[in-house]
């Protein structure tokens, strides 16, 4: 193919390369992404829709120079260049919360080719709560479960859920600058987590939740009605104060939450392995010869979780599978596909 070819990179030119290729060959259909990390994700979400007739081909929307990121991605929208052949797959973020309440949001949830998580992000999904043992088992090969991963982030999401309200109110109002996403996270992290005693961090969190809670109930003294009214709005999408980790920011969730918790976990489960070898060997060499074996057995943690796609029984997982399934719909009883 000539590079000048290559690089036009736009729906109406993969939609002329499909027509012109043998009625046999499948039909390609790109994927443009915001990060290295999202194709495989996004990968995960795709692959299934591949058969005889189509396949599709994950990318970042850079052919020119390096690009990254969401409004990379939208910026295809912007161009008129999404369409059947060619579509885009982003983290929901605030937009599907904000509900078209600004134009990137609009955006996301109006294009019949863009394509969001519904979770906030990616990694919201691979910290699944009941995915997470078995990544643990994944880490340290250990299936001893000491942790109620399910429980606690339930009980987390709980906890942040008034103050997620919030949140979810600044961004609509055009408060946000008042109360950031990142005012949120350092609120809402957990802190001295003690697997032994995980509670103490949960009545932690609470306590300084109900701190700011206050304070923003005294800079904002005539909000309840607008708060009450932004409490309904995100439960009839599906948010739940039991569900409400999968909402907050991915990166402050995978890093400032989960992955200090696995971190505890898969120790404990590693020592426990490694006390079992020194106790059931025969001698030292035995002993020597088991312990190395394991620990060239045992996985890093975060690369585990990045690879984590126990989401995929997740409602969010689900929804996106249908908004797939629907698009690919109308594509075959489009005439010009």
């Known amino acids: 193919m000539p590079s000048k070819l290559k690089d036009n990179l736009s729906s109406s030119y993969f939609e002329a390369a499909n027509r012109l290729t043998s009625k046999q060959a499948r039909r390609r259909i790109v994927a443009y992404v915001e990060s290295y990390d999202d194709i495989y994700f996004w990968r995960t979400v795709l692959s299934r829709f591949e058969n005889s007739e189509r396949y599709f081909e994950v990318m970042l929307?850079?052919?020119?120079?390096l690009e990254r990121g969401k409004k990379s991605?939208?910026?295809?929208?912007?161009?008129?260049?999404?369409?059947?052949?060619?579509?885009?797959?982003?983290?929901?973020?605030?937009?599907?919360?904000?509900?078209?309440?600004?134009?990137?949001?609009?955006r996301v949830l109006d294009s019949p080719y863009v394509f969001h998580t519904y979770a906030y992000a990616i990694e919201n999904l691979q910290c699944y709560a009941p995915s997470l043992h078995d990544a643990c088992v994944?880490?340290?090969?250990?299936?001893?479960?000491?942790?109620d991963f399910e429980d606690y982030l339930r009980q987390y999401s709980e906890a942040?859920?008034?103050?997620?309200?919030?949140?979810?109110?600044?961004?609509?109002?055009g408060h946000h600058n008042k109360?950031?996403?990142?005012?949120?996270?350092?609120?809402?992290?957990?802190?001295?987590?003690?697997m032994y005693h995980p509670q103490s961090s949960i009545d932690h969190l609470r306590h300084k939740v109900g701190v700011k809670i206050r304070q923003l109930q005294a800079d904002y003294p005539n909000n309840k009605a607008d708060y009450l009214k932004t409490k309904e709005d995100i439960k009839a999408l599906g948010i739940t104060p039991q569900t409400t980790y999968l909402y907050i920011q991915g990166h402050h969730l995978f890093?400032?939450?989960v992955v200090p918790i696995l971190n505890k976990v898969c120790n404990h489960l590693r020592q426990e392995?490694?006390?079992e070898i020194a106790r059931t060997a025969r001698h030292h060499m035995q002993k020597q010869n088991e312990m190395s074996c394991y620990e060239h057995s045992v996985q890093d943690i975060r690369q585990t979780l990045k690879k984590n796609v126990g989401y995929q029984s997740a409602p969010q997982f689900l929804h996106i599978q249908q908004d797939i399934e629907a698009y690919?719909?109308?594509a075959r009883k489009s005439p010009e596909t």
């Open 138 to 147: 994944a880490v340290t090969l250990n299936d001893h479960r000491i942790f």
């Open 61 to 65: 929307p850079s052919h020119r120079k």
């Open 328 to 330: 690919l719909t109308t």
């Open 255 to 257: 890093d400032a939450v």
């Open 179 to 194: 109360f950031t996403l990142s005012d949120f996270g350092r609120v809402t992290e957990p802190g001295g987590f003690n």
């Open 73 to 106: 991605v939208l910026m295809n929208i912007l161009g008129g260049k999404t369409g059947p052949d060619m579509i885009a797959c982003v983290d929901a973020d605030y937009d599907y919360l904000l509900q078209g309440a600004t134009e990137q949001s609009k």
């Open 160 to 173: 942040v859920f008034p103050l997620f309200v919030w949140s979810v109110w600044a961004y609509r109002s």
């Open 273 to 275: 392995r490694q006390d």
